[in-house]
């Protein structure tokens, strides 16, 4: 008689990220939901430049000694209610946890699980989890649950540039070949950095990327040292880990360019980009970066071509299809500082609901008061993006 024994499960709860990368990297290859702001590296970098003592949570669940789910959160209080946000901030397009393909429903069940016996929190936030998402999951298995549309996104199907132009329509299909012809006369020298280089090559994409928003406005976040210490010590171990590619250009020499694209399991995003001011002269850098950017995914083995956050009407040019992200709300049973906290949130998703639709203008101020805000208070990376354009997508 053959006997079987059920596989052996655990939870270690952690207040460090220390010695996790080679299980939680092969973790984040076995989730077909991964995207790159759930890579290791992301999560331990942007740790190391803007966490606080005292507040990472990091869940781990095995199965039979292996990773089987993983999730980094920080513990913040939102009027006067304990949240656990996931690590990464308003810098993470996706925010979401990891869950092995091979035993998805039990893993997040036990995760779960891990999370209610977990003290010290009310609720825990989700800001912008993608359809279809292992944190959507989370919810619909958990007592009393929040689920909002989010930001909006704006997706290309990962294939041949030259195949994805024979698509659009005659006009469109016309401007780009013009653009494309541009690009080839101008004999551009593009390479992908490698991991020893690419600490020196983040340096030169944020000079670039300060260049070509001066007087512009821009994202005040990406001038800062903070910002520059967390994609020095993310991308040289994403790209070690096939998690990100940065493509530098240069013409006559000169470097006028720089592109960094995320990887994740199954999409890839142009996360930020670069550019001589005097570029804009001799080319269409948008062309530029599509097409540089979705041969990168179908490299990859990725099914789609992210622009990220914001459906900037550069973007919608490209006949992209829309996806939007779900802010993903777990309350803690019997919680009553957790319930307020999410009727709040239901509350502030419908003022801004009714104010795109009825009210319009509101944007413009709210854009504008940020503006000035930036101006004279420090950046918190608890907080929600100010607005699309300047948090995500290769507008960046």
């Known amino acids: 008689m053959t006997t079987i024994l059920a596989p052996q499960w655990t939870v270690e709860i952690r207040h460090d990220l220390t010695g ?23 999560n331990h970098a942007w740790w190391a430049a803007y966490g606080e003592n005292g507040r990472l949570r990091v869940v781990l669940v095995r199965r039979g000694g292996t990773l089987v789910a993983a999730a980094a959160f920080t513990l913040v ?27 998805r429903a039990d893993a997040v069940r036990e995760l779960a699980g891990a999370l209610r016996a977990m003290r010290g929190w009310q609720a825990v936030d989700f800001p912008e989890v993608r359809p279809g998402g292992v944190a959507t999951r989370l919810a619909a298995g958990w007592r009393s649950s929040v689920v909002l549309p989010a930001s909006l996104c704006l997706e290309l199907p990962a294939q041949d540039f030259e195949a994805f132009v024979r698509d ?49 406005g821009g994202n005040a976040e990406h001038l800062r040292p903070a910002f520059a210490q967390h994609l020095a010590a993310a991308v040289p171990t994403m790209i070690a880990d096939g998690q ?29 980009y670069g550019a001589d001011p005097s570029l804009r002269d001799k080319l269409d850098v948008t062309t530029l970066l599509i097409s540089t950017t979705l041969p990168v995914a ?22 992209p299809t829309e996806s939007v992200n779900r802010r993903v709300l777990l309350v803690r049973a019997g919680s009553p500082r957790g319930h307020a906290y999410a009727a709040a949130v239901r509350a502030r998703a419908a003022a801004v609901r009714f104010a795109k639709s009825r009210a319009p203008w509101l944007r413009t101020v709210r854009a504008s008061s940020f503006r000035i805000l930036d101006s004279v208070r420090c950046y918190s990376p608890f907080r929600s993006p100010r607005s699309a354009s300047d948090a995500s997508g290769v507008d960046r």
């Open 20 to 42: 996790l990368r080679p299980e939680w990297t092969d973790l984040f290859r076995r989730c077909a939901e991964a995207t790159p702001f759930q890579s290791y590296a992301w």
């Open 77 to 103: 209080r939102r009027g006067g209610c304990a949240v656990l946000v996931p690590v990464g901030g308003a810098f993470s397009d996706f925010t979401d946890v990891l869950a092995d393909d091979t035993c």
């Open 168 to 216: 659009l329509p005659a006009h469109a299909r016309k401007t780009v070949r013009r653009r494309v012809n541009q690009l080839a006369k101008l004999g551009l020298d593009i390479r992908a950095v490698e991991p020893a280089d690419a600490e020196r090559s983040t340096v030169d994409l944020l000079r670039l990327h300060r260049d070509q928003w001066q007087g512009r």
């Open 244 to 272: 990100a590619v940065l493509l530098e250009y240069r013409l006559d020499g000169a470097h006028v360019a720089s592109n960094l694209v995320v990887v994740g399991t199954d999409l890839a995003g142009g996360y930020l």
């Open 298 to 319: 179908v490299d990859h083995g990725c099914a789609t071509m992210s622009m990220l956050r914001g459906a900037e009407p550069y973007k919608q040019r490209w006949r």
